[in-house]
């Protein structure tokens, strides 16, 4: 993947040498493309891009069905999405909290500036998918046992498959219909926060308010308190 000095986004196929406009950007200001990751099995794509001049807003492109999705808007600026490690969720940092708390004035600033005005959300590409940071009660662990069995039964599916011989489906599952709607906030509290990545147990997210180096922060991925 990259872009042009025409604000142009291309994906471009190493083997065959073709490419193709993903996106382009309308924004005059030097916002730009960014922040990309992939999905595991590699045929998602999400990313961030330029809006109002300052904000970022992101985005996520399906390249098998050439489909091009927007999943935040432009009111609050987002950036850093990292897959989970099964693919059913997309986190990602956005600056949605404006607290007057603290002094608002900075040295040498023109306008006013916010503190710890970023959190931490994900996006469930799964309609069914389970935020992992929910408190169980007795349906949730009914589903969740439901959900281990049936990756359980999908799993033994590959194994018998790749012992036939078959391709391996490199497809991963979303459900467009209402995805902008299924978002969740992960239970920490605001920060500095500007880069993100995920393993299947943890979160890592740099806390930098811009003094010094910033500080590493790990979160569990867990709904126990």
């Known amino acids: 993947v990259y872009h042009d000095n025409q604000r142009r986004l291309w994906l471009l196929n190493l083997d065959s040498r073709k490419k193709r406009q993903i996106d382009i950007e309308d924004n005059p200001g030097d916002g730009g493309f960014g922040d990309f990751t992939w999905s595991s099995k590699g045929d998602l794509l999400a990313y961030r891009h330029g809006v109002a001049g300052v904000r970022g807003q992101l985005s996520l492109y399906d390249i098998n069905n050439d489909r091009l999705e927007r999943l935040t808007s432009a009111k609050y600026s987002s950036s850093a999405p990292s897959f989970s490690a099964d693919d059913k969720w997309l986190y990602f940092l956005s600056e949605r909290f404006f607290s007057t708390s603290d002094s608002v004035w900075r ?105 010094g180096p910033g500080t590493l922060k790990t979160i569990e991925i867990t709904n126990e308190n």
């Open 107 to 211: 040295d040498r600033m023109m306008g006013p500036s916010f503190r710890k005005r970023a959190n931490i959300f994900a996006l469930a590409l799964e309609a069914d998918a389970q935020f992992p940071f929910t408190e169980t009660d007795e349906l949730i662990e009914a589903k969740q046992a439901a959900e281990k069995a049936k990756e359980k039964k999908a799993k033994e599916k590959k194994k018998k498959s790749k012992k036939k011989g078959k391709k391996e489906d490199k497809t991963t599952r979303v459900d467009w219909d209402g995805l902008t709607e299924r978002l969740y906030q992960v239970p920490v509290s605001n920060g500095d926060y500007s880069d993100l990545a995920v393993t299947d147990s943890h979160l890592f997210v740099l806390d930098d308010p811009g003094r």
